[in-house]
């Protein structure tokens, strides 16, 4: 027990990471310090070493403090000043730009007309559930009325265990600014997380699903957000093994829920912004496996 607790204290006394407060999840760098915890935790299971409810707390610290999306897909500050290459983003709708300031700058356009086959869909689906008079929290901004509309998208492999973690740095009055991790680029509608952040309206950031009937809403925050001292929104959206999902803003957790709705791996990121300019500052998207 005397040795457990002397390499133990050894162990948190030699790890820089923690003597600074730093966090995995905003930067840091506790990985070494989880990983020698683990192994001090299996010796003292395997040698009864430790009392078990210090042994308890320990792994309470390490489910606190760990970060298992280790696997970089891509980061992108758009410091280079175009957005086509490395990494090759593709616009889908409206137009884009690079700002000095903001980032990536986009600038809605009116919405394109969707195929005959989606419109009929979405009519269908709209139909069924008035008649069943559907109780399920479906989210009413995924309306069919014309509204401007920006889209772009990144192909990458994400997996369906990830974090993004995005630096918004403006939303234009009235407007949303959706981050969306999708299985398709012909039709993301079918499977999809989004994340939606509005300047105004009730409901100020709203997790979803996106099935063929409409957004399913997982959870919302609806409560004012303050900016950081540099005026950013640094939202930190992550997903499990599980399903369990969190979204924090500047570090402090919003929203907290599973969905097992969609299990497999995710192949497109799309930002897509609604009635008004949106910027984004750096866009950084990480998974569990490689």
Not at 28 to 39: C, H, S, V
Not at 209 to 234: C, E, I, K, M, W
Request: aromatic share 6%; hydrophobic share 35%; glycine share 6%.
């Amino acid at each position: 027990m005397i040795l457990f607790r002397t390499l133990l204290l050894a162990t948190l006394l030699g790890s820089s990471a923690l003597a600074q407060g730093a966090s995995p999840r905003h930067g840091g760098d506790l990985e070494p310090l989880i990983d020698e915890l683990r192994t001090l935790i299996a010796t003292a299971e395997q040698q009864n070493l430790a009392d078990p409810s210090l042994l308890t707390r320990l792994r309470a610290f390490i489910a606190k403090h760990d970060f298992p999306w280790k696997h970089n897909v891509f980061s992108d500050n758009f410091r280079d000043g175009n957005y086509t290459t490395n990494p090759a983003w593709e616009v889908l709708e409206g137009s884009y730009r690079i700002d000095s300031r903001y980032g990536l700058v986009a600038r809605p356009t009116l919405a394109t007309t969707r195929s005959n086959r989606s419109s009929a869909n979405d009519l269908a689906a709209q139909i069924f559930s008035q008649l069943l008079k559907q109780r399920q929290p479906y989210d009413s901004a995924s309306s069919n009325d014309p509204q401007t509309v920006a889209r772009i998208q990144l192909e990458q492999p994400i997996g369906n265990a990830f974090a993004v973690g995005t630096h918004v740095s403006a939303i234009g009055q009235g407007g949303k600014l959706i981050i969306s991790v999708a299985q398709s680029k012909t039709r993301p509608e079918t499977a999809a997380y989004r994340l939606t952040i509005q300047s105004t309206a009730a409901e100020r950031v709203v997790l979803t699903r996106r099935t063929p009937r409409g957004d399913l809403v997982l959870a919302s925050f609806s409560q004012a957000l303050q900016p950081n001292q540099r005026g950013y929104h640094n939202f930190q959206w992550q997903r499990d093994n599980s399903g369990d999902m969190t979204v924090a803003h500047n570090g402090n957790t919003l929203l907290t829920v599973r969905d097992n709705g969609i299990r497999n791996a995710f192949t497109h990121l799309i930002l897509e912004s609604q009635g008004a300019e949106t910027g984004v500052r750096q866009v950084r998207v990480s998974s569990a496996t490689p």
